[in-house]
């Protein structure tokens, strides 16, 4: 069975919308919630929650994140940038896996994944300083066999293979091979010992295809899941994104 990860930032970005002058300090009916929008998505089914804290802060707060690390029934998964601050952050909070994002222009390879190859060092610290503290890192990168070996190569458990180029060719002739890279970067992935996730630009289409990238252990997805939430809530939007990765459970 392939596991659930519910990207929740958009609802932050929701209530920053509105809330953004009004400081941390505001309390009442400050809406819409992410901590409480993480436990409807974990009784709908989710198996893990994702929350990205930017170093701008445009949507995740740091109460955030010190919220759902104390009060989440799945597993938190904090996206951040391969910086000491966010690396602190981490080691404070400890959520039970951190994935390494890019965040600035140069950490970027063309496809949009953290480049571990040109940013190797910093990757590895932020890595062993992770495996120290018993947190999974994982490392958002693009199918592409330097980065995949070298993910293995510096010690990390997980790595998430980027189907946003993929997502974005889905209507083109572009898309069989898109495909087919993240089928072979998953199977090389595999074959290193790395446990393979996947995300960006999932939806309710694509994942019928997407589903079948070979040994896959989770997706993250947000944007279609909250999307989706406007017009039927949020229960319905996680169960049925769960029936369609995994038809027949
Ligand atoms: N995985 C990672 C590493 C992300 O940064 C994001 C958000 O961009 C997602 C998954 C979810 O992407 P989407 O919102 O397109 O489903």
């Not at 990757?123 to 990168?141: H, Q, W």
């Not at 070979?214 to 899941?225: F, K, V």
């Amino acid at each position: 069975m392939i596991l659930l990860g519910v990207n929740i930032d958009h609802c932050a970005t929701v209530r920053q919308a509105r809330y953004r002058q009004a400081g941390p300090t505001i309390g009442g009916n400050v809406e819409p919630d992410p901590v409480t929008l993480a436990h409807l998505c974990e009784q709908a089914g989710a198996d893990g929650i994702t929350i990205h804290l930017r170093e701008d802060r445009r949507h995740i707060q740091d109460r955030d994140v010190e919220r759902l690390c104390e009060a989440a029934a799945s597993r938190v998964n904090l996206e951040i940038a391969c910086t000491p601050e966010m690396t602190a952050l981490a080691l404070r909070l400890q959520p039970h896996s951190v994935c390494l994002v890019p965040e600035s222009r140069e950490e970027i390879t063309t496809e949009g994944g953290l480049n571990v190859v040109k940013h190797r060092e910093k990757v590895a610290r932020v890595i062993d300083a992770m495996n120290a503290a018993g947190i999974k890192t994982s490392l958002f990168i693009d199918a592409d066999e330097h980065q995949i070996a070298l993910s293995a190569k510096l010690g990390a458990p997980w790595i998430e293979l980027h189907t946003g180029a993929y997502a974005n060719a889905y209507h083109t002739a572009a898309r069989a091979d898109e495909f087919k890279r993240l089928c072979l970067g998953a199977s090389h992935a595999h074959s290193l010992g790395l446990v393979v996730n996947a995300g960006h630009g999932i939806n309710y289409v694509n994942i019928t295809e997407v589903r079948t990238i070979p040994h896959l252990h989770e997706l993250n997805i947000g944007h279609s899941i909250i999307s989706r939430a406007l017009f039927t809530g949020i229960t319905e939007a996680v169960r049925e994104m769960k029936a369609r990765m995994n038809p027949g459970n």
